[in-house]
């Protein structure tokens, strides 16, 4: 079951007008679709009217050829072929790329992030062109906007949004997720599947797209369509990190790849094949859509060298269990599975790589390591002292300066660029004592240095000072991580008081401090979009003698009843909000006097009309209600609620239970002004 975004929040958030959304010709084609009576050829004249989507929506329907032999090249044959629904959300899509190929969150990697969706995209399209459990263009597109919910934070919260990326690379073992929690009690899992809802797309796509990263977590049935979707998501996030990451860290990541893969019945082939036609579909939509794209090994390359890292690693761990003759020793932990802090003068095993290309140097450092109880392993060569480290991430390396395909110094540069990388204490050895050379090797991120020929017992002192280091660092990570997670409790508690204030506990409906700050939003809005505004203020008639005849449990159970039929009568779009006693206000944005005037009587009599069984009676309800739109003579919100509220007390007059418009007063052209 998805926890769905609060409705108030996430329209408070699309109010605030920064929330990512279609723009130009997308939102024309957007719209048209929408309309019943739009006809294929209207829809292909405001296409072309925009030829770089032509070419793309072209491109889209090539890309089924399994479906479509013949080549596509004109915008009705590639209409016929991809069809309204995926039309729609390809315009959404590819609207969104051309609109936030940049932005003000410096974190967060705007050209990586649109790389990573097409391959999500097209890897979700090649899935499902085999399982066939829905449309494969439509699956592209649910691919391509799967992870929108980042764009979102990041447009939203630009600065906050930075600070919880750098936190990903402070605390590696922190999922994105809920380090969004706790910065804006809301994350990007609850706001993609809230936008795609939004924007139209069926419960059987957002649902799953909500636990796309934790598929285990859906509880649907194996073998249903959703299962097989929200496996498929799974699967394509992770062909799409397999293509970002770096490439020496691919290999590693193959067998993972393969387990998420047996899930939806592809074998090691099968996903071989797939991704190495993705690779292909891939470069051809980058040069078309403008993004990035770089050479690629074939996958069952990346398959076989991780087959050879893993045996590797696995001999090592082997020998070195041989050789100790005893089973490695683990690290207390605390209930939450975090180290605990170990007293000084106790060796703390560590996880150490060492790294030269002098076998006898090797086993010279081994055994200084070994005698303390460290946990070891060797590399002969920086570039397979690189796989190692990213493999076996290691807490200090012993490096050499000199090694040949890669120095020591190349080395350490090259691991202060991952994340994986920035975290490992690099000990480096050299021969050579000339003062500027061992500045470059501090200045390019090595932490200390050690003179050969080497000292055992010297070498034995600099490994407690860097474990002492070491221990320091995870001391301060322990504190800072208190202190974050104390100052995230807390702003998650400031914002649920926050909510608190601003929500009615009786109906549920936000209260009036709310509403005055939703209609200046949504007044801000109509300024500068010069799109019409309405408000409606409604009264519950007589509500006085309910509490007095039967009695204020009653009163409330009518303003619960009267609630709840406001607010299945009104459009997905207005806002309602209790401002008194019995009276609510509703804002309609968009929303022209005619539109309002219906919604209000749909309003009306859907009270009317759901009488209230209580306490062996059952009593009739009824409200008046005031409607207003905004025109030239109006100056701020006040005068729009003002307007609707004399309208309110017209409907009194006039008998109640009937509706009145503040035109009818003193009628203004109902224009937003400039």
Request: hydrophobic content about 45%; charged content about 25%; some cysteine.
């Amino acid at each position: 079951m998805v926890v769905p975004l609060d409705v108030t929040k996430f329209e408070h958030l699309k109010a605030s007008g920064d929330l990512p959304s279609p723009k130009g010709v997308a939102l024309a084609i957007i719209r048209l679709i929408q309309q019943e009576d739009s006809s294929m050829g209207e829809l292909a004249r405001v296409i072309k009217t925009d030829p770089a989507f032509v070419g793309r929506l072209i491109k889209a329907a090539n890309g089924l050829a399994g479906y479509n032999r013949r080549s596509i090249a004109s915008v009705q044959e590639a209409l016929m072929v991809l069809g309204l629904p995926a039309v729609r959300t390809l315009a959404l899509g590819f609207s969104l790329l051309s609109s936030y190929r940049d932005g003000n969150c410096k974190n967060f990697d705007y050209g990586r992030y649109w790389t990573g969706c097409l391959v999500y995209g097209l890897t979700m399209q090649a899935v499902t062109q085999r399982t066939r459990v829905a449309a494969a263009e439509e699956t592209f597109c649910l691919g391509l906007l799967a992870r929108v919910g980042e764009l979102a934070l990041a447009t939203l919260f630009p600065q906050d949004y930075c600070k919880v990326l750098q936190q990903t690379v402070e605390y590696r073992d922190m999922p994105l997720v809920v380090l969004e929690q706790r910065a804006f009690a809301l994350n990007h899992r609850e706001l993609t599947s809230a936008m795609l809802s939004d924007w139209g797309l069926p419960k059987v796509f957002h649902e799953p797209a909500y636990f796309a990263e934790m598929p285990e977590e859906s509880g649907y049935a194996d073998g249903s369509r959703e299962f097989v979707l929200v496996h498929s998501l799974h699967f394509s996030s992770f062909v799409s990190e397999v293509f970002l990451a770096a490439d020496v860290e691919r290999p590693s990541l193959m067998g993972r790849l393969f387990e998420i893969g047996a899930r939806l019945s592809l074998d090691a082939a099968a996903v071989n094949e797939l991704c190495d036609g993705v690779v292909r579909e891939w470069q051809a939509w980058g040069s078309l859509l403008e993004l990035e794209t770089f050479e690629m090994p074939s996958f069952g390359e990346l398959a076989i060298r991780g087959e050879v890292i893993a045996n590797s690693l696995a001999s090592v761990d082997k020998a070195r269990m041989e050789a100790l003759g005893a089973e490695p020793r683990i690290m207390p932990v605390e209930a939450g599975g975090r180290p605990l802090a170990v007293p000084a003068g106790v060796v703390q095993p560590m996880r150490v790589l060492i790294v030269d290309d002098d076998a006898s140097m090797r086993a010279l450092v081994r055994k200084v390591l070994e005698v303390v109880g460290h946990q070891v392993i060797e590399a002969a060569n920086g570039r397979a002292g690189m796989e190692m480290a990213l493999e076996f991430q290691p807490q200090l390396m012993i490096v050499d300066w000199v090694m040949p395909e890669m120095s020591g110094l190349e080395l350490t540069r090259a691991l202060r660029q991952t994340k994986i990388g920035r975290s490992i204490y690099i000990l480096i050895m050299t021969s050579l004592e000339d003062d500027d050379r061992l500045i470059e090797a501090f200045e390019n991120g090595v932490d200390d240095f050690m003179s050969k020929p080497i000292n055992p017992r010297v070498l034995a002192a600099r490994l407690r000072a860097g474990q002492r280091v070491i221990r320091l660092q995870q001391e301060l990570d322990r504190d800072r991580e208190e202190i974050r997670r104390f100052a995230a409790e807390l702003a998650v508690s400031n914002r649920r008081l926050q909510e608190v204030a601003l929500t009615d506990s009786l109906t549920g409906f936000p209260n009036r401090r709310y509403a005055i700050e939703r209609m200046q939003q949504e007044w801000s809005v109509s300024s500068r979009t010069r799109r019409p505004l309405s408000g409606m203020v409604i009264d519950v008639d007589q509500f006085k003698s309910y509490n007095d005849t039967h009695g204020h449990d009653v009163g409330d159970a009518v303003l619960r009843q009267v609630a709840t039929s406001i607010k299945g009568a009104l459009r997905a779009q207005d806002i309602v909000a209790r401002t008194g006693g019995d009276e609510f206000l509703v804002i309609c944005p968009d929303t022209g006097l005619d539109a309002a005037v219906a919604c209000a009587e749909r309003v009306r009599f859907a009270v009317e009309s759901t009488p209230l069984k209580t306490a062996g009676v059952t009593l009739n309800m009824s409200v008046s209600i005031g409607v207003a739109t905004r025109d030239t003579v109006m100056t701020d919100p006040d005068a729009l609620i003002k307007r609707a509220d004399q309208a309110l007390y017209l409907a009194k007059n006039k008998g109640r239970n009937r509706i009145m418009t503040a035109q009818s007063l003193r009628p203004g052209p109902i224009v937003p002004p400039r």
